[in-house]
């Protein structure tokens, strides 16, 4: 909460907004000349009806229906028009407890989909963070993994790949800007067009700053340096981060039956990407998967 309060209001909705599953979240709503709601029209209006409960939850499988049901009633006797329970905790799927209440203000999310949305969030070139923000949320991921809450049995990062999925064909890498964060996988998936791709490569060796200098690295970085520098597909003198991947026919290479089409929507039904930046998810899942929703589903 600390680190929520010192972000700008902007900042703070998009957080919330990705571990609700709601792109067009809101905590505070500003209108220039209102026509509704009255006969006068104000020259602006800023409003909020909004209470967010939060229930967090350090060890896995302890989220209690007792507990739960005490806060619900809480919000029973609020007055705001939008009223949740955001259940945050380090479980690897939605406790089956939440469902057995089954009740649509409880919404549950993970301290790894927390992790996430603040990757995706400092990775946006469109995001203009400042260095406070960036620093005090560094600071939380830090202590997040310090403490174990982000640990998953997610063994696969999938990362959004307009230009990667054909890049990873092509020189079977992934190529990025150098020190990009990721947590521990072994295997990295493709999203872009509206679909995760059938090939699930693993990953066989990272570099975290990489100069893209001829003849300066050795074996099979050294050759592909030296490929996307002869073709064009990196500046000469830039660093980047780069991950070596099997190739498309290894038997290392998860190949699934299709694309698995992105179905994900939010709370308003309106289509939202699978992910803008890394999500993760379990290889095995992956397999079995026939719309991104079956990846959020328990086993």
Not at 104 to 113: C, E, K, L, P
Request: proline letters at 5%; one cysteine or more; a negative charge.
């Amino acid at each position: 909460m600390a680190v929520l309060r010192s972000l700008s209001i902007d900042r703070m909705e998009r957080l919330i907004g990705a571990l609700l599953e709601q792109s067009e979240f809101q905590l505070i709503r500003f209108e220039n000349q209102p026509s509704k709601g009255g006969a006068g029209i104000p020259d602006a209006i800023i409003q909020s009806s909004l209470r967010l409960l939060i229930e967090t939850k350090t060890q896995r499988n302890t989220v209690r229906k007792d507990q739960v049901i005490r806060h619900l009633a809480r919000l029973d006797e609020a007055s705001e028009t939008n009223l949740t329970l955001l259940m945050l905790t380090p479980d690897d799927v939605r406790p089956k407890t939440l469902d057995e209440i089954n009740d649509d203000r409880v919404a549950w999310t993970s301290f790894t989909t927390l992790d996430q949305a603040i990757n995706e969030l400092l990775e946006d070139p469109k995001e203009v963070v400042s260095e406070r923000e960036a620093f005090l949320l560094r600071e939380l991921q830090a202590m997040l993994e310090a403490e174990g809450l982000t640990a998953s049995l997610n063994d696969t990062v999938v990362v959004a790949a307009r230009n990667a999925w054909p890049e990873y064909q092509e020189l079977h890498a992934y190529v990025c800007q150098p020190n990009r964060s990721f947590q521990i996988v072994q295997r990295m998936g493709f999203y872009s067009q509206g679909v995760i791709y059938p090939l699930i490569p693993r990953i066989t060796a990272s570099f975290d700053d990489v100069v893209m200098e001829k003849n300066s690295h050795a074996g099979a970085l050294g050759q592909l340096v030296n490929r996307l520098v002869d073709e064009g597909h990196r500046p000469e003198g830039e660093r980047f981060k780069v991950m070596m991947l099997s190739a498309p026919d290894s038997p290392d290479t998860i190949t699934l039956d299709q694309p698995i089409p992105n179905d994900k929507r939010s709370k308003s039904g309106k289509p939202t990407a699978f992910t803008m930046g890394q999500r993760y998810v379990p290889s095995e899942r992956l397999l079995i998967a026939k719309v991104t929703s079956d990846l959020d589903e328990a086993e």
